[in-house]
């Protein structure tokens, strides 16, 4: 079949065959298939949808594309964890080690920062020092060693996704489900591991906007993982304002680290024992609750903490930053954003947060633009707190030459009002094979 009678019949709203979507994605790994008309089948897909079937199939040929990673050289089960990204989104720093410590095995490829939302190997790289490209032989023996190694994903993996990714990211079709599910699923499938927990985030910073549409990602997500022998859960968490309180490559890893020390922000600490628990529950360590009761004993006896500093050691980075703060690098200066008026927050749009942020240097507005590690944004206020004209809303970190834009945007994401907003969920419902349980009402 041509391309172009490919793209049609997506177009008039058809099911494509396993052999039509081979010869679109293999041929346009191949770089027979140009970018046009990848962007046009994409477009297609994001108007007419695809079956959870054909979703299926196309995440199959993705994942087979590139490398197929076998963690069969490391003992144990393993569990990976991916969230669909946020701003100020640091649990994987907290999660992983608190994992490790209860002594299941983190054998985990991370990404970079992509458009508003931070990256854990950015994160990672702010400990200066630290290396997040091993050989597949030193991370096999780091896993087997100490139980965890976290590093930038292989070039190797899912090839198509790479490819495919930037191409959406340019042609208005992130926010597809079908897109979504087979780019992240694809990744995981060709990492290797036994079970997977996705972090479905939802809301203003999230590429699903509303729980309804999560829900209906994190199903699908599910069952392709399902399909493949893999168990995968899916928790579905709120991304309407940020995760913590800092915003920043540096920034959040030092709140990570407040919380493995067990005095983290309430909200993020909460998440990250809930993300925590059924990691570990997908390991077969127990039911949600004595699995949470876990999380909470590796934080309160300090192991949790001492095996992060253990993987940061272990990829030769500069861990006395994760004691004494000060020793990371610092940010050229600080600018406090002062309130104009007095009032609650009734909303704080975590996109564009998120894109202040970057705007101070925290992430990348061009591929390969280097990154101000100690710049970002600590939130003095989010949304339901009461602020006074004059208090400070938030701390700039970085550059004095990027406040002006980076206020202008931080600004237009707050909305004032008179009345307390009631309180939204932090979790709203987990997924699993056995269907979905909500912790809270519908958004
Ligand atoms: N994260 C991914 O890896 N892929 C997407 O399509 C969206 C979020």
């Not at 046009?40 to 490398?67: F, K, P, Q």
């Not at 069952?223 to 579905?236: D, Q, T, Y």
């Amino acid at each position: 079949m041509r391309i172009y009678d490919i793209i049609a019949k997506k177009r008039d709203g058809g099911t494509h065959t396993r052999a039509e979507l081979e010869t679109l994605i293999n041929g346009y790994v191949a770089g027979d298939v140009p970018d046009y008309q990848m962007a046009a089948w994409m477009m297609a897909v994001y108007l007419r949808g695809m079956t959870d079937e054909e979703t299926a199939i196309l995440t199959d040929i993705m994942a087979r594309s590139g490398e197929m990673v076998d963690l069969s050289p490391i003992a144990g089960i393993k569990v990976d964890k991916h969230s669909t990204g946020g701003v100020g989104d640091k649990t994987t720093l907290v999660i992983a080690p608190i994992a490790a410590a209860c002594g299941v095995k983190i054998a985990k490829m991370s990404g970079r920062g992509l458009g508003h939302t931070g990256g854990t190997i950015d994160k990672m790289e702010s400990v200066p020092g630290t290396r997040t490209a091993l050989t597949q032989e030193e991370f096999f023996a780091q896993v087997n060693r100490i139980g965890i190694s976290v590093i930038g994903q292989s070039e190797n993996i899912a090839a198509a996704d790479k490819k495919m990714y930037a191409l959406r990211d340019v042609t208005a079709t992130v926010s597809c489900i079908p897109l979504i599910a087979s780019s992240i699923m694809s990744k995981k499938l060709a990492s290797g591991s036994d079970a997977i927990l996705l972090d479905v985030t939802t809301g203003t910073g999230a590429f699903m906007k509303t729980v309804e549409d999560s829900v209906q990602l994190a199903k699908l997500m599910v069952s392709i993982g399902g399909h493949h022998g893999r168990k995968v859960a899916a928790m579905i968490t709120d991304m309407d304002t940020p995760l913590g309180h800092n915003i920043g490559n540096s920034l959040e890893v030092m709140e990570s680290m407040e919380v493995l020390k067990g005095r983290g922000p309430a909200d993020l600490t909460e998440v990250c024992l809930q993300l925590a628990s059924y990691m570990l529950v997908l390991a077969g360590k127990g039911t949600p609750e004595e699995c949470r009761a876990m999380a909470q004993q590796v934080i309160a006896d300090g192991s949790a903490f001492a095996k992060c500093k253990e993987m940061f050691a272990a990829q030769s980075g500069d861990v006395r930053v994760l004691e004494d703060y000060s020793l990371f690098d610092q940010p050229a200066a600080k600018y406090e954003v002062l309130a104009e008026a007095d009032g609650y927050i009734t909303a704080n749009d975590a996109e564009k947060i998120g894109i202040a942020s970057v705007l101070l240097g925290a992430g990348r507005e061009k591929k390969g633009d280097p990154l101000d590690y100690a710049a970002g944004i600590i939130l003095h206020k989010k949304r339901g707190d009461y602020v006074r004209r004059g208090e400070s809303l938030a701390t700039f970190c970085g550059a004095p030459e990027r406040f002006a834009a980076a206020e202008a945007v931080y600004r237009s994401a707050f909305t004032f009002g008179p009345e307390k907003p009631s309180e939204l969920p932090l979790i709203y419902a987990i997924v699993t094979d056995t269907g979905v349980s909500y912790f809270s009402e519908e958004k």
